[in-house]
């Protein structure tokens, strides 16, 4: 899977972004200043503030060479006086002064971007809408969403490139609780029931299945507690799909 907000590829750049960022855009508001988290090659900030829809941005990425490809993005579009690039390591790429509303984490594990938020905490004002885009591990997610008093504005499956990709919009509210199986499928997912969310459930469920049959036929004991968490979530889905 591809990781970062900016894409690779010779095909996509500040002007053609994929399918998947393109719907990352959609939650972005009008006129926001944006810290763009893993930016890689900082296309969704240029890609944004070509189009007017942004007014400031900050770029932050902690790897070297996706840290110099995203300068050169930006410099290249002349953008020097409106998007920042960073190196830092997660939220400590935003500084007070930046002013930040929303903040972009795209294209890493649901688990990679809760340490991200849960590290980064300190740098959060609580005033910013988080537009996240985990690959996988949307329950612990969702999870730290809960415990932290954000509540989940929308969210969305799409399918690109033979991967089921989930986008989560959140703001902090103060306290709110979701079931186990919110948390699961998503609270929002759960009620529109989309084509794309219904047919990655159908995916899951058959290789979840699999993997029960494997272990139940397996020579070597496995923990119950695993073999319990993996048959409750094949019932969780059966029900979800009757």
Known sequence: MPHGCGEQGLSLNQNT??????????????????ADIGSDHGYLPVALM??????????????????HAAQRTVRENHLDAHIT??????LAAIKPE?????????????ETIRDILEH????????ERLILQPNGGEQPLRLWLMENGYRILS????RESRFDYEIIVAEHVGPVTYTDKELYFGPLQMQARSPEFLIKWQHKLRHKQKTLSQITRAERALPQERVESLARQVRWINELLI
């Open 85 to 90: 690039v960073r190196q830092a390591n997660g």
């Open 17 to 34: 972004l994929s399918m998947r960022l393109e719907r990352v855009a959609t939650h972005i508001p009008n006129g926001a200043r944006l």
């Open 50 to 67: 070509r189009r007017g829809a942004i007014t400031v941005a900050v770029a932050g990425e902690v790897a070297l060479t996706p840290f």
């Open 120 to 127: 980064g905490k300190a740098h959060l004002s609580g005033g």
């Open 155 to 158: 969210e969305e499956v799409l």
């Open 98 to 110: 930046d002013r930040i509303s929303a903040i972009s984490i795209c294209g890493m594990g649901g």
